[in-house]
């Protein structure tokens, strides 16, 4: 049974850095996969924010992302990360890591496997 559970989401004010990570379980080969970073917000579809490479040095990102979240996965350890600084109360959403065999994808119907999400609240 694949799980995937995200982790760091919390309250911070707006410019603060927050790392999520996401812990993967129940794949296999997990280096195989390409992994993503969702988010979404009542009432707005989910928004892909950015997609690594099985081989975790080609990345993707939202546009309004570019500059200010970073994608990366440790292999070894099964786990997926985005690293997101500058924050702004528009980054304030529920953010779902993903699995998917369509490498580099930005569509979430082409994630195979979703977490549970973590709420990240950029609020003064």
């Known amino acids: 049974q694949v799980q995937l559970v995200e982790s760091g989401g919390t309250l911070v004010q707006p410019g603060d850095s927050l790392r999520l990570s996401c812990a993967a379980s129940?794949?296999?080969?997990?280096?195989?996969?390409?992994l993503g970073w969702f988010r979404q917000v009542p009432g707005k579809e989910r928004e892909f924010v950015a997609t690594i490479k099985p081989d975790g040095r080609t990345t993707r990102y939202a546009d309004s992302m570019k500059g200010r979240f970073t994608i990366s996965r440790d292999n070894a350890k099964n786990t997926l990360y985005l690293q997101m600084n500058s924050l702004i109360p528009e980054d304030t959403a529920l953010y779902y890591c993903a699995v998917t065999l369509i490498i580099g994808s930005t569509s979430p119907t082409t994630y195979l496997y979703w977490g549970q999400g973590t709420q990240v609240t950029v609020s003064s």
């Open positions: 129940g794949l296999n080969t997990f280096s195989r996969y390409g």
